[in-house]
């Protein structure tokens, strides 16, 4: 096959998430042993487990699936991240505010750039959480470190001039030439590698006592993948492997507990940041090195959307899980986490029912519906919709394993006011509801299957 001359939309994003892998396995060694051992575990499931493997998703999309993550320090900012990803097809779904997702000082609000519509996630579901500093928020900046953060992030640029407008007319024709494409991708990439620059001692210590994160994002004048996540069958197996392999990964799997019932979300687990050497320059204009520890790997599984009503039972599980964990923490000094994914699967018992036919019925997961001929008599298959977005809490636990320090975050003061709608005003885009984005799904898959069986949708 002859390489295309014309890339289409799903086509950059295919070539972007390998190119960003290729980069990332170079720079950060342990990245590669994460997709070695990943790919293993992958083959030995579908080994064991034939078809039934790839009920949420087929094994060729889950082996080349990735998600990343940057962020970055403006509303300016982040419009020009959806220009980006605008050009591949990815579009901003959902809203996550981190500032309260933990006690910890995590300054952020959230959004996932990813394909929307379904054949365009079975071509290649790319996507990358992106996260933008709040430096409104006094809990975390004084009005005078907001105004020197304004300044230093007014200053530099992130993505560009080139990069954007190949990144526009991508959105506007629908794809690039192979030539631009070829640039385009270049630059993309460049544009997440970490700098090599010297960093400004005073400045990004002076960040970092606020918070690590805020740091990471305004602390030097460029922006840089922070992880990037295969996506594996069986993450139990894969967090086994991993220690066997002497890599230490975080103390749990942020997520749904294991247990004997559908997998529902998103499972994740992550080993800490690498100590990278980098080089400051100090008050006095030295240049000393030393190391930061900003780029970690992650993996995740992922399960079943839940509708409104499972997330419901989801949080409301949550809650619970951390009070009955607290409590048992407190009567015993013993209190490990083998003992906290007990009281999580007790929970999950009640919560949850053990069959996808009774998460069906009880509208507590998304299913599309699918007219399938064997033999004479048509039938109508029910197949779950996968999980495509992120969760708050796991994200928020997956920041704040990777921080070297807690920061200081005054709760003495107000924090500032973000939503959705805010969200969308920064981007210059709408932002798509993923609930929302499921519900058509299904309803898309109850219309076709009503018209292939000359039947109305009701
Ligand atoms: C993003 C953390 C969130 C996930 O998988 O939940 C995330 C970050 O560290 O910038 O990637
Ligand atoms: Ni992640």
């Known amino acids: 096959m002859s390489a295309p001359t014309f890339l289409e939309p799903w086509q950059l994003r295919a070539a972007f998430a390998r190119s960003l892998s290729d980069m990332y396995g170079k720079e950060v060694p342990a990245y590669t042993t994460l997709l070695d051992v990943s790919h293993e575990v992958n083959a030995d499931f579908v080994a064991q487990h034939g ?3 790839e009920r949420l998703g087929s094994v060729s999309r889950v082996t080349a699936e990735r998600h990343g993550a940057i962020r970055v320090g403006t509303p300016t900012e982040m419009a020009q991240v959806a220009r ?36 365009e996630l079975a071509r290649n579901p790319f996507r990358v959480f992106t996260s933008m500093l709040v430096t ?3 809990r975390f900046f004084t009005a005078d470190l907001e105004q020197r953060l304004e300044t230093f992030l007014g200053a530099r640029t992130l993505f560009g001039p080139e990069l954007l407008a190949l990144a526009d007319r991508a959105e506007a024709e629908g794809g690039l030439p192979e030539e631009q494409a070829t640039e385009f991708l270049r630059l993309a990439t460049e544009a997440f590698e970490l700098s090599r620059e010297p960093v400004d001692q005073a400045w990004y ?37 991993m220690e066997a392999r ?20 998103l499972r994740q687990t992550s080993f800490r940041a690498l100590a990278e050497p980098r080089t400051f320059r100090t008050a006095d204009g030295e240049i000393v090195s030393d190391a930061l520890r900003v780029r970690f790997g992650e993996v995740e599984a992922r399960g079943i959307a839940l509708t409104r009503a499972g997330r419901a039972a989801y949080d409301a599980a949550v809650v619970e899980i951390d009070e009955a964990a607290a409590a048992a923490r407190a009567g015993d000094p013993g209190f490990t986490e083998a ?14 029912p053990t069959t996808e036919a009774a998460l069906a019925d009880q509208e507590l997961g998304w299913f599309t519906y699918e007219v399938v001929s064997t033999g004479s008599t048509p039938e109508v298959r029910r197949e779950p919709v996968v999980y495509e977005d992120f969760l708050p809490r796991s994200a928020a636990g997956i920041f704040q394993s990777n921080l070297t320090s807690d920061g200081a975050k005054d709760a003495s003061q107000e924090g500032t006011d973000r939503d959705a709608d805010w969200m969308a005003g920064a981007l210059g885009r709408d932002l798509n509801d993923p609930f929302d984005l499921y519900a058509d799904q299904v309803d898309r898959s109850l219309a076709a299957a009503a018209e292939t069986l000359g039947v109305d949708p009701a």
């Open 84 to 119: 980006v990803f605008g050009a591949m097809g990815m579009r901003p779904v959902g809203f996550y505010d981190l500032r309260d997702a933990s006690s910890s000082s995590v300054p952020v609000i959230s959004t996932a750039f990813r394909p929307v519509e379904r054949e």
């Open 136 to 138: 409104a928020d006094r």
């Open 205 to 241: 210590r002076e960040l970092e006592a606020v918070s690590a994160v805020a740091a990471d994002i305004g602390g030097i004048a460029s922006t840089h993948i922070n992880h990037l996540t295969p996506r594996v069958l069986d993450i139990d197996d894969l967090y086994a492997r």
């Open 246 to 265: 002497g890599i230490t990964m975080i103390d749990a799997i942020q997520g749904p507990p294991r247990w004997e019932g559908p997998d529902v979300l």
């Open 339 to 352: 003992h906290r994914q007990h009281i999580a699967r007790a929970v999950w018992q009640k919560t949850f």
């Open 51 to 53: 078809a039934d493997a």
